[in-house]
């Protein structure tokens, strides 16, 4: 089975580029998450965590 993939992935030209997109792909999205992540206001975060339990569907302002 690898032998089949192998075989037609080398017969594309410029192939080699799309593990570098790919892994850059990545990086970008994980940077963003994670300065998102870091950089968020504490009530936000409390916010969310209180989502699953919140009685009140159509409630959607942030509390302090």
Same mark, same amino acid.
């Given at each position: ?5 192998? /075989? /037609?992935?080398?017969?594309? @030209? ?26 968020? @206001?504490?009530?936000?975060?409390? /916010? ?6 919140? @009685?009140?569907?159509? @409630? ?5």
């Amino acid at each position: 089975m690898l032998k089949f993939i192998k /075989h /037609h992935l080398t017969s594309i @030209d410029g192939v080699e580029i799309f593990p570098l997109i790919a892994f850059v792909l990545f990086l970008v999205v994980f940077i963003a998450a994670a300065v998102m992540a870091l950089t968020s @206001d504490r009530r936000r975060i409390k /916010h969310l965590e209180e989502l699953p339990f919140s @009685d009140n569907l159509t @409630d959607r302002t942030l509390h302090p």
